[in-house]
């Protein structure tokens, strides 16, 4: 395998980076918002340099070959053989849970959403005037699980919808096909659309795990499925704002195209010249980066586990941890955190305050210099 550089730094801090300019006058390691500080694939950077080179930035449409890429990707790695109509471009997933939450029931209607989880997942339903509905997941003591009871006590005549983070953003989660087919029996029930944001499923740490997109664990599951996905998190391109949907059943499409009209915009042009190149050229730098994050879980969750009043559970996907520091401030511990130099997320954002998530996407040596002021935080 080639070689490739994770360990040095890249200068981020003074670039218009929403993750380093939060700090920018600050000593604080930023280890918050979901990028990471690694540059992308060179085969991404290449195909970014020739398309500048051209020179012109008119409108774009999706690069011969684009769909094809996606359409090979999704059979080689998930099985999962789709027709490139189902594809819906879209310049981010958060727009996509948006149109999701738009172009699904009415006004009134009820949306599912199971907390801790990404904060557009609780605040997409109320921007359509949707009821969101929080179900709590449950720490089962070794792991975050969902709870298929309150899942089902929670559904009312008037829930259309349930917005599924797979794998979860923020616990870690890669869900197994049992634990897909009861929640997808559960919508059958109550017939209830299931948005599946899939957008870390290439990022699985345990090597016995296996993403399943929710669209394919069981025959049903297609037809009541618009399923998320991007290149985004994969190969570090969040800020290049290329995803797409795949959506098989022809009136949920239509419906979610309807409810995109005048909007939401193209995917800009170097978006989509990123997207190819990534999913066409980029799977080598994808290897080594999951090596690479791999050890840095393993730091992660030995430092945390050895330190007082941090509880995290085992990572098996994305490179966040989700850590319980209740103990350490029941409502702010960001906050707490933030004054030994570490800047993480705050978990009420999230629907759970008390915890925090922490970014491992970068260098080691950041890293270790990050749990190191944690260490001393929750020492001193
Ligand atoms: C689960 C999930 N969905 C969506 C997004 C953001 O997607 P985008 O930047 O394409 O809007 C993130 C980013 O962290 C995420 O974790």
Request: with cysteine; charged share 20%; glycine share 8%.
């Amino acid at each position: 395998m080639k070689n490739f550089d994770f360990d040095t730094p890249v200068k981020r801090h003074n670039t218009a980076s929403l993750k380093w300019d939060r700090y920018r006058d600050r000593d604080i390691i930023p280890l918050w918002v979901a990028d990471m500080d690694f540059k992308s694939p060179p085969a991404v950077i290449d195909a970014l340099h020739q398309r500048v080179e051209q020179g012109v930035f008119g409108y774009g449409v999706t690069p011969d070959g684009l769909a094809e890429v996606v359409c090979a990707m999704l059979a080689n790695r998930y099985d999962w053989h789709i027709q490139p109509e189902w594809l819906v471009w879209l310049p981010g997933l958060v727009s996509g849970l948006n149109v999701a939450c738009r172009s699904v029931g009415e006004r009134g209607d009820g949306v599912l959403s199971l907390v801790p989880i990404y904060p557009p997942f609780l605040t997409a339903p109320q921007n359509f005037n949707r009821q969101l509905i929080r179900v709590p997941m449950l720490d089962s003591g070794s792991g975050w699980v969902m709870d298929f009871g309150m899942l089902e006590k929670s559904i009312s005549r008037e829930t259309r919808l349930l917005l599924l983070c797979s794998p979860h953003n923020p616990v870690g989660r890669v869900y197994r096909r049992e634990e897909l087919v009861e929640l997808v029996s559960i919508c059958e029930r109550h017939n209830i659309i299931i948005c599946s944001d899939e957008i870390h499923c290439d990022l699985i740490l345990d090597v016995e795990k296996k993403h399943i997109p929710t669209s394919v664990v069981c025959p049903e599951a297609s037809a009541r499925t618009i399923t998320l996905m991007a290149p985004s998190k994969t190969f570090n391109i969040p800020g290049l704002g290329c995803s797409f949907a795949i959506i098989s059943d022809a009136g949920l499409r239509n419906n979610f195209y309807q409810a995109m009209t005048g909007i939401v915009p193209e995917v800009n042009i170097l978006g989509l010249a990123a997207t190819l190149a990534a999913y066409r050229d980029g799977w080598e730098w994808h290897a080594a980066l999951l090596d690479y994050l791999r050890e840095n879980r393993r730091l992660v969750e030995q430092q945390i586990g050895s330190m007082d009043g941090l509880v995290m559970r085992h990572v098996e996907a994305t490179y966040l941890a989700w850590i319980d520091a209740r103990s350490i401030d029941a409502t702010s511990p960001a906050r707490y955190l933030e004054k030994a130099g570490v800047g993480l997320s705050e978990g009420s954002e999230f629907g759970s305050p008390g915890f925090v998530r922490l970014n491992f996407g970068c260098p080691r040596s950041l890293l270790m210099q990050a749990l190191e002021r944690m260490k001393q935080a929750v020492s001193g």
